[in-house]
């Protein structure tokens, strides 16, 4: 088992450099390339000069500026890219994916623990993941409180968990903090916590 995920991990990662290579017109500069590797799913791309929004609709010409998120379709596209980027750290047992989208340590260190022992079919992909019931609890520079449904399909069995996730701007990015069952619960304290 751990041959054919070794085998397919290495025939995605493949695919995904050929696709970057041929959607960025055989621009092999390493600015493009770190450009095309870290600001966009692997789905996504741009010929946008680099001040145009991506996915999460939240990042700037300046990287440190956080703009403070207003609509349930701008939180929604943050959450996916995040836990995008949590079930493609765990599929491709890569920490240092999972530190992209976490702030905390004992959360970095669950995942690592999880490695080779998920029920992946296959890789996961952006459009696997869905919200529904979504609202914006709190949004200011700081931290964004989301209520959804959170609901991933294809690459495992279909499963959907319901709570309030709150995710705080590190210096460049919205980063996982919490996940709270009950939208009731002490999620606020987290809001106003001192990160790591």
């Given at each position: 088992?751990?041959?054919?995920?070794?085998?397919?991990?290495?025939?995605?990662?493949?695919?995904?450099?050929?696709?970057?290579?041929?959607?960025?017109?055989?621009?092999?500069?390493?600015?493009?390339?770190?450009?095309?590797?870290?600001?966009?799913?692997?789905?996504?791309?741009?010929?946008?000069?680099?001040?145009?929004?991506?996915?999460?609709?939240?990042?700037?010409?300046?990287?440190?500026?956080?703009?403070?998120?207003?609509?349930?379709?701008?939180?929604?596209?943050?959450?996916?890219?995040?836990?995008?980027?949590?079930?493609?750290?765990?599929?491709?047992?890569?920490?240092?994916?999972?530190?992209?989208?976490?702030?905390?340590?004992?959360?970095?260190?669950?995942?690592t623990q999880s490695f080779g022992t998920s029920d992946f079919r296959r890789p996961p992909r952006p459009e696997d993941i869905s919200f529904t019931q979504t609202e914006i609890l709190r949004a200011d520079e700081q931290c964004l409180a989301v209520w959804t449904v959170l609901s991933v399909e294809g690459f495992v069995e279909t499963r959907s968990s319901g709570g309030v996730e709150v995710l705080r701007w590190t210096p460049n990015r919205w980063k996982s903090l919490t996940t709270w069952q009950n939208r009731d619960d002490l999620w606020e304290a987290d809001c106003d916590s001192t990160l790591p």
């Open positions: 088992m751990r041959r054919l995920i070794s085998v397919l991990v290495v025939v995605g990662l493949a695919v995904a450099v050929v696709l970057l290579w041929a959607n960025r017109g055989g621009d092999s500069s390493p600015s493009t390339q770190a450009q095309a590797t870290t600001t966009l799913p692997p789905t996504s791309t741009t010929t946008s000069p680099p001040d145009t929004t991506t996915l999460a609709a939240t990042t700037t010409s300046d990287p440190t500026e956080v703009e403070i998120v207003e609509t349930v379709e701008q939180a929604e596209a943050i959450l996916r890219e995040l836990w995008f980027g949590w079930f493609e750290g765990i599929y491709n047992e890569d920490e240092d994916r999972i530190r992209e989208v976490v702030v905390l340590e004992e959360t970095i260190e669950q995942a």
